[in-house]
Each structure stands twice: as structure tokens, then as C-alpha cells.
């Protein structure tokens, strides 16, 4: 196990707290009631994949994006008994679209959702680049995905939103014609994003460098009651941060993951607003929290609310080339849970080389699933899809994989992106390959796994 890290708070700068109102809900415990960790060990079919799923018993559904190089699913989510994945990839004339398929629940095509998969864009061009990061559903079974469009003919970086009806369509009461462009003043770049409870949109990323929460309404407009009267907050942190995860915790709060680099290296931040935009300064210190070891690049990619109100933050930490996933944990009010791994941090090498992060899911018993890609580089480059399992405690699970690591065989060029829990003993995962059987091109891969 590794030594105990260090976790060093930075006090949010003053000005970014200005006109906060006083918090009306009571205070968060830094000791709640922890959930138990019965029922928190593998299945007896954990980490096969399940050969009622894809193609011919593989366990994997691949879905050809045509003779790109690059994309891939980097979301997935199940609606009633149908499973959207939600990406992007590059056009025959090399524009980027998203991508956005609806498979059975038997990993088929389904074709009533457009041909299976519906392409947007927002301009007839090979320059035009839009990239989607993140995918959710409205009350009434619309499909929202969340991205970025990159600089377009001297234009900006914008969000990027699109909403589409049952049948696939661009539904036109959302955006102009079913897409949305919310320009914010600067050079946006999404990395992850939700839909809320009541249909507002949550996106986060980045803006000229800050770390950026914006929100939209359910119609895709900008939402200007959120961080009143912008409709977004960036917040300045060292010489650069960025937000790669949202989750909505049990009182509404918005908490952001990701990085800020500052004294020469990356270090992981949490950020936690208030329902309204303002940062929650009952949380950490002035609503953050940055945690790192000297010396050691650190960051995070994802982040999940447990059902004691606590946080789980997955990410990877490390020098390059020796990269290790790595899992923090803490208490409602942004305290380390010292009862997790060494002092609130489990950090584990798991392969010889780079192990870098995608995503993670915390699994109905507890224990936490990493999902990223890493190990020994292959020829060409390539790396392998890799799921590690920590006990709800930290520890890798010895009785997953090999010493609690399991490598994926998604193909070729196969990279893992997204795992989504669908039920307590099944997970999804959402990657691309890029390869030459049975087709080139590129493909968007999801797999069905026990767990």
C-alpha cells in the first residue's frame, strides 16, 4: 500500500464568493453513518462478459461510425429496455459529428431510433468539429446530449447541446431545430455533463482555462437564474483547472472533479455549488477542496454521491509513464474518509506502465469499478482496456481479475471510455476501436459485463 498522502485544502479567493447568501440547510456531518460492505464482493460471474449480449455470444455490440480513424461511445445509459451510447466520431470528409445509437436490450441495433444511430452537426463542412461528452434523459423520453463545438470560421468554442424525440429526430421545440449553441463569452470545452431532475441541463469543462459549470434550461437555452445573471460560473484556480465529472447530490448541489495545475503539476479538485450557482462554502474550504502529494501529478475524472451523502473520486496520479489509477473518498462536508484506503486515498499500481483513468462506478454493495486503459504499449501504440475493483474499504479485490484488475478485449484498438451500473450484478461498458476486422474504420463498442 501506498504511504498516506497528504491532502492539502486551497481557500477559494474571496471575490468568488461574493453575494452568497447564507446556507438554509442544516450543516453536513464529517462523520455520517457509513453504509455497510455487506454484499459487496464479486458474483460468481463477475468480470465475463455476458453472452446474451452483442453479437454471436460475445458479450460486445459494435456499431460502424464508417472509415474514420478516431471516436468512439464515451457515455452510456439505459432507457426502460433500451440502452443508448452517445459519442462522437469523424465523417468521411473528416468533420466530427456526435453520434448518438440506440441498442436493444439484446445489444441490437434499434432501428425505430432513426437507422440505429442518428449523426448532428452543425455545419455542412469538413471543419466543422463537435465532440459529445455526455448523454441523459428528459421526463418525457427525450434523449439530451452534451458536447462542445470546436472554432468554426472565426467563431468560438461553444457549448454544444442537441435533444431528439423517441424516433431519432431532432426535436424541433428544443434550441433552433433540436440543437443548441450557447456561446459564453469565450472558449468552451466540455468534458462531462447531466440532466437534472427537472429537466435543466448541467455542462462542465472548461472556459480560456477555468474550470466551468454552466447550466441550460430544458429547452436548451442558457439558464440565467443559475449563477444569476450569467447562467454559468468559472472559477480561477492556480494557472489552469478544468471540471471532467457532475454529479447532483441528495439535496440538489451540483459537485464538480477534475484538476488544477499549480506549482508545477496537477492536483485533484472537488467543487460543490449551491442549487442557485453559488459556491457551497459549507463544503471543504470556500466550497473546494484540492488534494494531492507533492511532487505527484494528480487528477480526477469522475465522481459518485454514496448513498450516506459522502463522495467517491476516481482518477489516476502519477509521473508518466508510471500512472496509477487512484480512488479518494470523503464525508458530506468534503472531510477525507480516513477509514478508506490509507487516509482516505487507495491508490494501487496495477500494471507496468501508464494506467489512465476514464471513468468509475460505485457498485450497489459498495466497492468501486475504475474503468480506463493502460499497461504495457503494444505495437502501434495501443494500449489495453482495463476495469480495476477496490473494496468498499480500498483495497484492490483480489477476487476480481488478477489481484483485483481485469484487462478487456474490446478489439483491435479497442479503448475503454464509460461503465454505467444497469443492475446489481451487470455493468455496462462504453469504448471504441479503431481497426481493421471486421471492417476499418472506426467503431463505437458496448460491452455487458457481470460484476
Request: proline residues 5%; glycine residues 18%; negative net charge.
Amino acid at each position: 500500500m501506498k504511504t498516506l498522502y497528504a491532502l492539502l485544502t486551497l481557500l477559494v479567493p474571496s471575490h468568488l464568493l461574493a453575494e452568497e447568501p447564507a446556507a438554509s440547510a442544516p450543516p453536513d456531518s464529517a462523520e455520517p453513518a457509513r453504509c455497510g460492505c455487506a454484499g459487496d464482493e464479486p458474483g460468481p460471474l463477475a468480470g465475463q462478459l455476458d453472452p446474451s449480449f452483442g453479437g454471436a455470444g460475445t458479450g460486445i455490440a459494435r456499431v460502424r461510425f464508417g472509415a474514420d480513424d478516431d471516436g468512439g461511445f464515451f457515455d452510456v445509459d439505459v432507457a426502460e429496455d433500451r440502452i443508448i451510447a452517445a459519442g462522437w466520431g469523424q465523417g468521411g470528409l473528416g468533420a466530427t459529428r456526435f453520434r448518438v445509437v440506440r441498442l436493444t436490450g439484446a445489444g441490437a441495433l434499434d432501428s425505430t431510433f432513426g437507422d440505429g444511430m442518428v449523426t448532428t452537426g452543425w455545419a455542412n463542412s469538413t471543419g466543422d468539429l463537435a465532440y459529445l461528452a455526455a448523454t441523459g434523459r428528459q421526463h418525457r423520453g427525450e434523449v439530451v446530449a452534451i458536447g462542445w463545438r470546436d472554432r468554426f470560421r472565426g467563431a468560438s468554442a461553444d457549448v454544444a447541446l442537441a435533444r431528439y424525440a423517441e424516433d431519432g429526430s431532432l426535436d424541433p421545440g428544443f434550441g433552433d431545430g433540436g440543437k443548441s449553441l450557447l456561446d459564453l463569452g469565450g472558449d468552451e470545452e466540455i468534458r462531462g455533463g447531466l440532466v437534472a431532475p427537472d429537466d435543466g441541463i448541467v455542462a462542465v469543462g472548461q472556459r480560456d482555462g477555468r474550470l466551468l459549470i454552466a447550466r441550460a434550461t430544458a429547452d436548451g437555452a442558457l439558464d440565467t437564474s443559475f449563477a444569476s445573471p450569467r447562467g454559468y460560473r468559472t472559477v480561477a484556480l492556480g494557472t489552469a483547472s478544468v471540471a471532467e465529472a457532475v454529479a447532483l447530490d441528495r439535496r440538489g448541489r451540483v459537485v464538480v472533479a477534475g484538476s488544477v495545475e499549480r506549482d508545477g503539476q496537477r492536483d485533484m479538485i472537488v467543487i460543490r455549488l449551491r442549487r442557485d450557482g453559488a459556491l457551497d462554502r459549507s463544503f471543504g474550504r470556500g466550497g473546494a477542496i484540492v488534494a494531492g502529494d507533492p511532487g505527484i501529478d494528480e487528477r480526477a475524472v469522475a465522481l459518485a454521491v454514496s448513498p450516506d451523502g459522502g463522495l467517491v473520486v476516481a482518477g489516476d496520479a502519477g509521473a508518466e509513464g508510471a500512472r496509477d489509477f487512484q480512488v479518494r473518498r470523503f464525508h458530506p462536508d468534503g472531510a477525507p474518509d480516513l477509514e478508506f484506503g490509507d487516509g482516505g486515498v487507495a491508490a494501487w499500481p496495477t500494471t507496468g506502465g501508464d494506467d489512465v483513468a476514464e471513468d468509475m462506478a460505485l457498485l450497489p454493495g459498495g466497492a468501486v469499478l475504475v474503468a480506463g486503459n493502460g499497461g504495457e504499449r503494444g505495437e502501434g501504440g495501443t494500449t489495453t482496456p482495463l476495469l480495476a475493483r477496490y473494496t468498499c474499504d480500498g483495497a484492490l479485490d483480489p477476487a476480481f481479475g488478477d489481484g483485483g484488475v481485469l484487462p478487456v478485449d474490446l478489439g483491435e484498438f479497442g479503448q475503454l471510455h464509460t461503465v454505467k451500473v444497469v443492475s446489481d450484478d451487470k455493468v455496462l461498458l462504453g469504448g471504441g476501436d479503431v481497426g481493421m476486422s471486421p471492417g476499418p474504420g472506426t467503431y463505437g463498442v458496448v460491452a455487458r459485463m457481470w460484476m
